[in-house]
């Protein structure tokens, strides 16, 4: 199979709709979809909440592709408030599930590296167990079960560690930090995989081009750092000369545990011929301008 790159279009006659579309992820995926040719409705949280059964039936009709960008995504605040989170990442995704496939839609999922326990020294495969340490983690884990059994041609993509242009990020926080100090202090015992939202995206847009099979896919860069090593990045990026400092989770006092490793595994999507995303450092240099541009780290 040929592989699928970022140019190949979708059918132009196809019809996205994508919730979740005014977050740091949803924004990029709006303007993925439609530079790739797609007819693309977008709805925000505002105007779709995807806790209403209802609402999401008569929102995926009439559309070919639903992206569910829509999630819980406060991981502390979800430690005391699980009911309110698995409302959005469990029974939200069942019932968005339940209406792309009353439309006849193929599903895209976003989910994440937190089903996982997070105690690996390999990457995660695709299939390997889930075991979420965390309210947060549990909550997408069961949306994950939601989608695959009431949407059989989904396409669900694990992501972690995600970053953008539109939204509040780990690169736009320690930036915003670093101008003002001489020292800060990062962790270096977690690892994973710093992943651009707009990589993501077109990510997204060549599986559906590729009409890769149905399952799970690991939407993330490829390599591994510690968020000390992208602290320190950011900082160069920046143009700072802020001193990055180490220091560990145990410092933390965090409600929610914090996956130590989370790097995922891309078998899934080379056997559909789609290329993952590349190496995290390039991809950072790519999208650094865009991320900490002029007016970024206010937001």
């Given at each position: ?9 979708v059918?132009?006659s ?10 740091m ?18 709805l ?10 209802a609402?999401a ?14 999630a819980?995504t ?8 699980e ?14 599930a ?6 006849g839609?193929r ?11 997070g105690?690996?020294t390999?990457?995660?495969a695709e ?17 994950e ?20 242009e ?8 320690i ?28 990510l997204?847009v ?10 799970t896919y ?11 090593g ?13 001193r ?12 929610a545990?914090r ?7 891309h078998?899934?999507?080379?056997a ?23 007016g970024?780290?206010?937001?």
């Amino acid at each position: 199979m040929c592989a699928v790159t970022a140019t190949t279009p979708v059918n132009s006659s196809t019809r996205w709709l994508v919730l979740g579309a005014a977050g740091m992820l949803g924004r990029d995926m709006v303007s993925a979809a439609r530079a790739a040719g797609a007819e693309v409705t977008a709805l925000a949280r505002a105007e779709l909440d995807v806790t209403d059964a209802a609402a999401a039936l008569e929102a995926a009709r009439g559309h070919d592709v639903v992206v569910n960008c829509s999630a819980w995504t406060a991981v502390d605040d979800a430690e005391t408030r699980e009911g309110d989170a698995f409302a959005v990442n469990a029974t939200g995704a069942a019932n968005v599930a339940r209406a792309a496939h009353a439309a006849g839609a193929r599903l895209v999922h976003v989910s994440t590296d937190y089903v996982f326990a997070g105690d690996g020294t390999e990457p995660y495969a695709e299939d390997a167990p889930i075991a979420p340490r965390s309210a947060y983690g549990r909550t997408k884990a069961a949306g994950e079960w939601a989608v695959r059994a009431e949407a059989p041609d989904h396409l669900l993509v694990r992501t972690a560690w995600l970053y953008g242009e539109h939204g509040s990020c780990f690169p736009r926080t320690i930036a915003r930090i670093a101008a003002d100090r001489d020292e800060i202090s990062v962790v270096v015992d977690e690892v994973g995989q710093p992943t651009w939202t707009a990589d993501l995206a077109d990510l997204i847009v060549r599986l559906v081009a590729a009409q890769a099979p149905a399952g799970t896919y690991h939407g993330t860069s490829s390599g591994r750092t510690s968020w000390h090593g992208f602290a320190e990045r950011v900082v160069a990026a920046a143009g700072l000369t802020t001193r990055v400092a180490t220091t560990t989770s145990a410092n933390f006092g965090r409600p929610a545990p914090r996956p130590a490793f989370s790097v995922l595994g891309h078998e899934a999507l080379r056997a559909a011929g789609v290329e993952p995303i590349g190496d995290w450092a390039e991809r950072w240099a790519a999208a650094s301008g865009a991320v900490l541009g002029a007016g970024a780290l206010r937001a």
